[in-house]
């Protein structure tokens, strides 16, 4: 990963003193500050905590989730990826609609209040047998099965649904929206040349803006992010933060970042690939925080990087993601999820308090332009004055 370096840069110290006066990084600074080493990493984690703090407090959010992960077919074959199975292989697979709502019982008698609805991406456009499957269950369009699931989520449950189901038209997600509190995709990078997006059509970045710009004009609460450590550049990283910024700037949808790592995976083309070190999650992360100031949501997973969780609080994140009591993370389903009560103790020993959200984070849910009438009673009935989830009614 390639280093950026600039003999006429100003010192680390004074281009934080700059940022914390102006309140945001710039592009330049960002390309000096993802090179940091050292204390100087110290000093850029303590500004990006102070930023945090100064907005969010010190509160630390999650979101209680089952995960529905609707089909396992995909267009796409990501280099690191062991969740899609090709349509041949047994364990190729679409829920049913009974399986769906078995999962969805559990879930919602374990405390869950958001489903995440994880797919691959269009099968049926590649595969005639994901194109079989999916016409056995009465449907020609993955999305519309989609559509349906959610539908089935609203009517039976008191949760409320969150769909990731990668790129999308600004049709698809028009309809989505009507179904969804919130959304989300990965734009993972801006590099269009990475050997881990080869013969993936749908990860092309300029397909991937154009779902967030699409959200965004739809008013979606949107999820997205980065995927690092997939043979991106340092400047990649920053350029692919600024991409989003730049959708997040016209509409203010963004709702949450992700720093997410990439983790290698026997059997992939990406097997024997490098994983990012600790330090390279915390200064992605710090950067982040100070590319997007003191109001965007930062999150990293905590599955994927068990027993440092203290250094990604250190470093400004201000949330843990979708974590669930009930299903694997399936598209790492070697990384188990932490136990809540663990998140507790180490957000405590900082200072921090653990608190329960929706899929739909506090401050979209202020602004009635974000809000579907359709989860409006069993948003009210859930949340407290801080428009997070009650605290009687947190498991």
Known sequence: MGNITNSEQKSVTQVLEDIQIRGYATQEEAYQLINVQGTQLLELMRVASAFRDERKGNTVTYSRKVFIPLTNMCRNTCGYCTFVKDPSDPEAHIMAPSEVYSQLMRAEAMGCKEVLISLGERPELRYPLAKEKLKKLGYDKMLDYVYDICQLIIDKTSMIPHTNAGALKFKELKKLKDVNGSMGMMLESINPKLNAHEGCPDKLPVVRLNTLRYAGELQIPFTTGILIGIGESLKDRVDSMFAILDEHKKHQHIQEIIIQN??????????NSPEPNIWDMVRSIAVCRLIFGKDVNIQAPPNLTPNIHQLFLLAGINDWGGIS????????????????????????????????RLTVYPEYLIDSTYKREVFKSRIDHLIDETRLVRREMTV
């Open 262 to 271: 990439f983790r290698s995976k026997k059997g992939t083309a990406m097997g």
């Open 325 to 356: 009591p009930l299903t694997p993370d399936f598209i790492n389903p070697e990384k188990p999820w932490p136990h809540i009560w663990e998140l507790h103790r180490i957000c405590s020993e900082l200072g921090f308090e653990l608190r329960e």
